[in-house]
């Protein structure tokens, strides 16, 4: 029983790493990062549910939110929002639409905001 339960647990290891490899990781806004003028930063792209978004910003000027559709075309991030702050944050696609704004006043205005939908 030892010896199948040790089984099961490497079988399950190897299909966890399999999964993951699967996944890959985007950095938004490419070189430049999360800042204005970014919405446009998906086009051409192929996300699939479980990849990952990472956005590098200057953190006391910028964060992310995780909005709904009504979020991202009116600039709103409801309170009980997602924010993240750290400048390296690490976002995972849900399946779907995935909708990202940065909630300070003004910039998304300016284009600090990407709609992304992942297979």
Aim: charged share 15%; proline share 3%; hydrophobic share 40%.
């Amino acid at each position: 029983m030892g010896q199948e339960r040790g089984s099961a647990m490497i079988w399950l290891t190897l299909l966890l790493c399999f999964q993951s490899s699967l996944a890959a990781t985007f950095m938004v806004g490419d070189a430049s990062g999360w800042g204005f003028g970014v919405s446009n930063w998906p086009n051409g792209k192929s996300f699939k549910a479980g990849d990952v978004l990472e956005f590098k910003y200057n953190r006391p000027n910028h964060d992310v939110a995780v909005v709904d559709k009504e979020g991202y075309e009116s600039c709103y991030v409801a309170d009980d929002a997602q924010v993240f702050e750290t400048g390296d944050d690490l976002i995972t696609l849900q399946q779907g639409h995935n909708y990202f704004v940065c909630g300070f006043p003004g910039h998304c205005n300016n284009g600090m905001k990407i709609a992304v939908t992942a297979t």
